[in-house]
């Protein structure tokens, strides 16, 4: 644990939850309290076990994180991405838990939620928790009905749409750092298949994935 986030590190959360509700200028300040004790995770570092209780939720200041299944033949499917400016929130039961393990896919910097949070905020967390679930059933449905081109496209549109929201994408342009392995990994779809599709749809003209940047045509 450090001390002290930079201020801008806080920013895209910031952006995020005043996309959803309003917030006043005691629930920035609120955030920005809770920003000051920073918790670090090394590139491969698990945040939260399989049904480890937990009951704060975690805001990601830097770095991606994949919230991954693993089967018992050693397969993985990552089920979510956490990107800057996310609220990691716990599954709010008796015990709440995390159904996955939350690993850093680089080095990653986290602040909790405030403990006492205000109405205001607290009705951002519960919306928050609602576009995690609203977007794993979207994984579902990519994952069911979709093809592989789709799959892709649609993937992209979403985390450009949650970047462009936090802040951090300029119109349909946005930094990708991940791999292809991975993103094969999110898509259901092999190394091969995933390489092959990414050809497609840079030779239809739907979008390009160069140098660590995505660009996805105008709409």
């Known amino acids: ?24 200028d005691g629930d920035v300040e609120s955030l ?8 670090a995770l090394s590139a491969g570092q698990e945040l939260i076990k399989l049904s480890q209780v937990t009951s704060r939720s975690a805001i990601v200041l830097k770095g991606w994180l994949a919230r991954v299944r693993q089967g018992r033949q050693g397969k993985r499917q990552i089920l979510d ?25 680089q080095d990653v910097a986290l602040c909790l ?33 979709m093809t592989a081109s789709e799959r892709m496209y649609d993937w992209m549109i979403e985390i450009r749409d949650r970047l462009r929201i936090a802040g951090l994408a300029a119109d349909n ?12 990994d999110i898509l259901g779809l092999t190394a091969v298949h995933t390489n092959r599709t990414l050809k497609d ?18 709409e």
């Open 81 to 105: 991405i956490y990107v800057p400016g996310d609220i990691i929130t716990p599954t709010p039961r008796v015990d709440p838990y995390v159904a996955g393990a939350i690993v850093a896919l």
């Open 1 to 24: 644990m450090k001390q002290g986030a930079n201020p801008a590190d806080l920013q895209p959360a910031i952006n995020r939850l005043s996309a959803l509700i309003a917030l006043g």
């Open 173 to 184: 342009e946005f930094k990708l750092p991940v791999t292809q392995d991975l993103v094969a």
């Open 32 to 39: 920005r309290a809770t920003s000051n004790q920073v918790f």
């Open 113 to 145: 939620t405030p403990a006492s949070p205000g109405d205001t905020l607290r009705d951002a967390f519960q919306l928050c928790r609602q576009m995690d679930e609203g977007r794993l059933l979207r994984q579902i449905y990519r994952l069911g009905r």
């Open 201 to 218: 749809l840079r030779l239809s003209g739907k979008l390009t994935w160069r140098m660590g940047k995505v660009r996805i045509a105008a």
